[in-house]
């Protein structure tokens, strides 16, 4: 999505005030409405975040390069998309089944 670097950067700044996993949650829950600068600063106060602070971290790219290096980092090591799990360094992509997971930590557990 075009805007999914800046919904890292919103979740991110969601961190900063300990509210990490409900902003992933609202991220994930609106993906298909589309994201938006106004939306990110939407659910923040939506979750009752301190405003000011998060659309300040917001505004200023505070996590720019981060989400950068991260996003390099995957694709250095083979990611492109998401999901992507990895299992004792071994690239699980996309949604796949928990027995497919099963399948791969059984098999690195018989090694």
């Keep these: 999505h075009p805007n999914s670097a800046k919904a890292a950067e919103a979740?991110?700044?969601a961190d900063e005030?300990?509210?990490f996993w409900?902003?992933?949650?609202?991220?994930?829950?609106?993906?298909?409405?589309?994201?938006s600068l106004e939306k990110f600063k939407t659910w923040a106060?939506?979750?009752?975040?301190d405003t000011n602070k998060f659309n300040d971290c917001l505004d200023?790219?505070?996590?720019?390069q981060k989400v950068q290096a991260d996003y390099q980092?995957?694709?250095n090591n083979g990611v492109q998309g998401t999901p992507a799990t990895f299992v004792n360094g071994q690239l699980v992509s996309g949604a796949v089944p928990l027995a497919?997971?099963?399948?791969?930590?059984?098999g690195l557990l018989n090694q």
Excluded: R, V, W
Excluded at 60 to 64: A, H, L, M, N, R
């Design 11 to 13: 979740s991110e700044c």
């Design 17 to 19: 005030q300990g509210k």
């Design 22 to 35: 409900e902003y992933h949650d609202k991220l994930f829950d609106n993906q298909p409405s589309g994201y």
């Design 45 to 49: 106060k939506e979750l009752a975040m």
């Design 60 to 64: 200023s790219e505070k996590y720019t």
């Design 73 to 75: 980092e995957g694709q």
């Design 100 to 106: 497919s997971f099963q399948q791969i930590i059984n």
